[in-house]
């Protein structure tokens, strides 16, 4: 069935260095890649997402980059600042607009 | 708008209890979702629904019931609490279409069951 993955589990980054988070999928018809972030005792919150037309996006200090051919996408986050630390879940939606979670991503930015 | 709105914010129920989540959205969405987040795990889908007099089961549903009267509500219902339930709970909202594919979350609500 439909899976995601996403690597790694934890990520700790000095701050003002960058983040890199990845996340593949298995449903070719997947078209649509939102990311959220999870702050504590909090829902989750889009960020950014790109779409399958789409190979980078960028909102000021986040990107996202899409490789459908190898059906991968990341979230790389520059400068990376205390505010950063967070759960952040990648996603793919696919057939009949169903969305399947990645497991999620624990970031530390260490001041 | 006031987006997705969740009651209660915290509830502790005994074992065999019963209890009601309720979940409202005003943006006039299709899609509604309901998760259970356990603590450091992922989303998990427990009932979603794509219009109003329609839903289906997702990932974990034993347990949990659910309704869809209306396009703004979408209650959850446990009717015999135990604590393999204790949980952080979840409504999500969603538009339908290339244009209107993202999930707003309400704030949650964090159910323990003793």
């Known amino acids: 069935g439909e899976n995601v993955e996403q690597h790694p589990s934890t990520l700790s980054v000095q701050e003002g260095d960058s983040a890199v988070i990845k996340c593949t999928y298995s449903?070719?018809?997947?078209?649509?890649f939102p990311w959220y972030k999870q702050e504590l005792g909090k829902g989750p919150q889009l960020i950014i997402d790109?779409?399958?037309?789409?190979g980078e996006k960028k909102d000021q200090r986040i990107a996202v980059t899409l490789n459908k051919t190898a059906k991968h996408f990341s979230l790389h986050i520059t400068e990376t600042q205390p505010e950063d630390s967070a759960v952040y879940f990648c996603?793919?939606?696919?057939?009949?607009?169903?969305?399947?979670f990645g497991p999620g991503t624990s970031l530390s930015v260490i001041p | 708008n006031a987006g997705v709105t969740q009651t209660p914010k915290f509830r502790i129920l005994k074992i065999g209890q019963s209890m009601t989540l309720q979940c409202t959205q005003d943006?006039?969405?299709?899609?509604m979702y309901w998760y259970r987040q356990d603590p450091g795990m992922g989303l998990k889908l427990i009932y979603y629904s794509v219009g109003a007099g329609i839903t289906d089961k997702g990932e974990v549903p034993n347990g949990y019931n659910v309704s869809r009267s209306t396009t703004e509500d979408f209650p959850l219902r446990l009717e015999l609490a135990a604590p393999s339930q204790t949980s952080v709970y979840f409504c999500a909202s969603q538009g339908a279409g290339w244009d209107t594919d993202t999930q707003y979350f309400g704030p949650g609500t964090r159910l323990t069951v003793l």
């Open positions: 996603a793919e939606v696919g057939s009949y607009d169903k969305v399947i």
């Open positions: 790109i779409r399958s037309n789409v």
């Open positions: 943006m006039n969405h299709n899609y």
């Open positions: 449903d070719s018809a997947s078209n649509y």
